[in-house]
């Protein structure tokens, strides 16, 4: 309890100019220019995600030591043949537009001799391989058993991350949520699932997962208990509470009344008959407690279709069924035919062999050094923020330092900062020009810090213009 003391961290606690969440956000952004790029050249389809995620998985496996260093393109295209049997395997071209693209959004480090996973990398990946393997685990699920699988998967979440210190996005909410969709959907499947003979293994897996979401909530609420805002989930733990009883109430009566069914034609009966026992019955029929194993008038009749007496299905006394407007033997023998037999028409894709031209190109010293500086610019872009600089110098062309420091990004000590590294970047990759103010220059009396040398004030900072060659000082 001791790690759940302090506040969850959340994306939606935190101020947009917190620098953490700016990088976090352009992780995002990163991995929507990822799947942007895979739809041009038609990878997203469920095909070729599925490709892409075995192509992912390699890398990954070399980044935890769990096999040998990619070395380059064609390393990773021969490992993927050898692994994985794929009756249609990305082409080397294909392969070399994959890690060109996560190359672009800083997934990976493209190395002379080696092809290596950056962190941002390894975490998108792993992120999309969780997300891919749950939503593996909710579709082997049927209807009822993917809302409870959703539930305790919920629930599996609130304790890796909530116990942690991070949020887990509600997820206690969630569960309940997904509780009662289950709850609603078992009401309206009841009487199809107590006609169904093999039904029990599935009741008996619905019950138990009742019984073990009902555990983890109460566990839930012993922990939220010692919480500072546990007054506000005291609401939400009631209701989770009250929803799991009634589930695993109903479970459990759906459970006992489909044995009590099945062996219904095995029971001995006495033949003395106690007539305040049968209206205690009839009653509890039309009115049965939730958790009752005694069929109600419904259930009963449902029965009578299984024909488990001779002759008792044609009694006309219950039809379960709706029946569609009149079709042809022939109309339903072509529309199975056409089901069973259909085959998507495909354009077959065919590859174009490109041929590979060399040619020789010079650029003088000036250019190359005029490269070398640009990439350096963006690499230092990607480390410190000059946004919020450089479009204020875009609107006022000259301006005091400290005029910058406090309009382009705030009077706090965290803000003279990041604006001193920007104007630093800018100065140092030949963006701006420092300069000596030449009159008195305006007072900022709402700043929370002071200038240790006060003439450092004077300075003013310029935008570099095409043809400036020297600054003045």
């Known amino acids: ?234 609401t939400l733990m009631q209701k989770g509470t009250s929803v799991l009883a009634e589930g695993t109430s109903l479970s459990l009566g759906m459970t006992n009344k489909y044995l009590k069914f099945a062996t219904m034609r095995e029971t001995v009966l006495s033949s003395y008959i106690q007539p305040e026992k049968v209206r205690e019955f009839i009653i509890k029929m039309y009115n049965p407690p939730v958790d009752s194993d005694i069929p109600n008038p419904y259930q009963m009749l449902s029965f009578m279709e299984q024909d488990q007496y001779e002759g008792e299905a044609l009694d006309g006394l219950w039809i379960p069924i709706k029946f569609a407007a009149p079709i042809s033997a022939a109309d339903i023998s072509d529309s199975v035919h056409y089901l069973e037999n259909y085959e998507p028409k495909v354009k077959p894709l065919e590859e174009e062999g490109e041929m590979i031209e060399y040619k020789l190109e010079q650029i003088s010293a000036d250019e190359l050094q005029q490269y070398i500086g640009d990439t350096t610019w963006l690499m230092t872009k990607s480390m410190i923020r000059t946004e919020e600089v450089e479009q204020y110098l875009d609107q006022y062309d000259e301006a005091g330092m400290e005029q910058i420091m406090i309009e382009a990004a705030g009077p706090r000590w965290s803000d003279a900062i990041n604006s001193l590294a920007a104007i630093s970047a800018l100065i140092g990759n030949d963006k701006v020009w420092m300069n000596r103010a030449g009159s008195e220059l305006q007072q900022w009396p709402d700043k929370v810090w002071n200038w240790i040398n006060p003439k450092d004030r004077e300075w003013t900072i310029k935008k570099r213009k095409p043809g400036d060659l020297h600054d003045e000082s």
């Open 1 to 234: 309890m001791e790690e759940m003391d302090r506040m969850l961290i959340s994306v939606f606690d935190k101020d947009e100019t917190v620098p953490e969440l700016y990088q976090s956000m352009r992780d995002i952004s990163y991995l929507a220019g990822v799947f942007n790029d895979l739809g041009t050249h038609q990878w997203l389809t469920p095909g070729g995600i599925f490709r892409f995620l075995r192509i992912i998985q390699l890398l990954n496996e070399e980044a935890l030591g769990l096999a040998e260093p990619i070395e380059n393109t064609d390393t990773l295209f021969y490992r993927y043949r050898n692994k994985y049997t794929d009756p249609n395997p990305p082409t080397q071209k294909q392969m070399e537009q994959i890690i060109n693209i996560l190359v672009k959004y800083n997934w990976l480090s493209k190395q002379s001799r080696q092809i290596k996973l950056r962190d941002a990398g390894k975490r998108m990946m792993d992120a999309l391989v969780r997300l891919a393997n749950d939503s593996l685990a909710y579709y082997m699920h049927d209807e009822i058993g993917r809302s409870l699988f959703q539930a305790r998967r919920d629930a599996e979440i609130s304790e890796a991350y909530d116990d942690h210190g991070i949020s887990g996005g509600n997820k206690i909410a969630s569960m309940i949520r997904n509780v009662e969709n289950a709850i609603q959907l078992l009401k309206e499947r009841e009487l199809e699932m107590l006609a169904d003979r093999n039904a029990l293994p599935q009741l008996e897996l619905i019950h138990e997962l009742m019984k073990e979401l009902q555990g983890k909530l109460e566990e839930r609420y012993r922990q939220f208990q010692t919480l500072e805002d546990s007054l506000v989930l005291t």
